[in-house]
């Protein structure tokens, strides 16, 4: 079974950046649609962007033009660019292998001054 493990995140100002890693421990990463959730506190896990074999995107409205997916097919790595953080941005981030029940474990993204 494919394992997905997150790295990145922490805390950021508003106006700052992160970025969001999520490594694949298998080949197949290439073969799927990759996509990343968030999940604020009290809130519903919502859609976040998603990026196809063939490096198409989509993105939330909430994030378009901040936030910029890509994948590294050689590297079995998914990543997520934050730019010009909210604070209501502050939620816990999942990577996942689209049409699998394959997710990371979560990654904490905290955007306070």
């Known amino acids: 079974q494919v394992q997905l493990v997150q790295s990145g995140g922490g805390l950021g100002q508003p106006g700052g950046s992160l970025r969001l890693s999520c490594a694949a421990s298998d080949s197949i990463f290439s073969d799927y649609t990759m996509i990343w959730f968030r999940q604020a506190p009290g809130r519903q896990r919502e859609w976040v962007t998603t990026i196809t074999t063939t490096g198409a995107t989509a993105y939330a409205s909430s994030v378009k033009g901040r936030f910029t997916v890509s994948r590294d097919n050689a590297k079995n790595t998914l990543y997520l660019q934050m730019n010009s953080l909210k604070p209501e941005d502050t939620a816990v981030y999942f990577c996942?292998?689209?049409?699998?029940?394959?997710w990371g474990q979560g990654t904490q993204v905290t955007v306070s001054s």
């Open positions: 996942n292998m689209a049409g699998k029940n394959v």
